[in-house]
């Protein structure tokens, strides 16, 4: 049975007076229904705008409900939560849905079903914490861009210092090739080495050069000028070959595409 939203949701944190993360939680076991809500509870800016037992159910409650996240239970009766993430991709493309699960067997075809993340039960605050955070820097990817500020006025990040052994690395970003998530670290990575830093994706977006930096997925933000090649993957997929000995390869989300082609067109 599908339960809506509760009148005393609020849409916003107090705190902050920021829009909340809007989610629905749907597991065919209430006491794991109850246990994730109460750890989303903890984390400040999410509200649960519904629950559901079964995908059906959650189907239902989808339009309605308006989540920006889905936390799907994998295995419940009938359809599983790899069928659920699929239909909820098709019929609304940028609601986010977590797999949930207490067997990680699932998670390449979850990832395969374009999942946010894949969760193993118990599920653990820090974990959804990390989950939540991969969240907001899509959702703020994916937002209706904002006229950027005039040059005078906005001042872009040209150095950064890294803590490395006890000191500060000056690490010049005309040296940077990219940056990346791995294993919950943001990495700047140059021809030569690559860094740890304490900043997310999201804001070192908000301070790069928008016009040599690009946001080409959730977890990654490539430096244009360069990328080496732009390599097929199938499917209408692509990976950004970066210029460095390494040739490491950058994944450009399906969504992105099309934004990519306007900064450089593809001519062949």
Do not use: N
Not at 32 to 39: K, P, S, V, Y
Not at 214 to 242: T, W, Y
């Amino acid at each position: 049975m599908s339960t809506p939203a509760q009148p005393a949701s609020s849409p916003h944190d107090r705190s902050t007076d920021k829009p909340c993360i809007r989610a629905l939680v749907v597991d065919d076991e209430p006491l794991a229904r109850d246990e994730l809500i109460f750890l989303l509870e903890q984390c400040g800016d999410v509200v649960i705008v519904g629950q559901a037992e079964d995908a059906p159910d959650a189907l239902r409650l989808l339009d309605a409900a308006r989540p920006d996240v889905a936390f799907v239970d994998l295995r419940m009766p009938g359809p599983d939560g790899i069928a659920l993430t699929e239909a909820i991709k098709a019929r609304q493309p940028d609601v986010a849905v977590v797999i949930v699960s207490a067997h990680d067997d699932a998670a390449l075809r979850a990832f395969d079903a374009r999942a946010l993340d894949y969760l193993l039960k118990p599920v653990r605050l820090e974990r959804l914490r990390a989950t939540l955070s991969r969240l907001r820097e899509s959702l703020a990817a994916h937002a209706p861009e904002r006229p950027s500020a005039p040059p005078a006025e906005r001042e872009l990040l040209t150095r950064l210092a890294v803590r490395r052994r006890g000191a500060y690395v000056i690490v010049d970003v005309s040296d940077i090739l990219f940056f990346e998530t791995k294993d919950e670290l943001v990495w700047a990575v140059t021809p030569d080495d690559r860094y740890a830093l304490d900043l997310t994706l999201a804001r070192l977006e908000e301070q790069l050069d928008p016009e040599l930096f690009f946001r080409s997925h959730r977890g990654a933000l490539v430096r244009l000028d360069r990328i080496r090649s732009i390599e097929p993957k199938g499917q209408g997929l692509f990976e950004l070959v970066m210029e460095h000995p390494d040739a490491p390869r950058v994944a450009l989300a399906r969504d992105r595409t099309k934004h990519l082609r306007e900064r450089i067109p593809f001519a062949g």
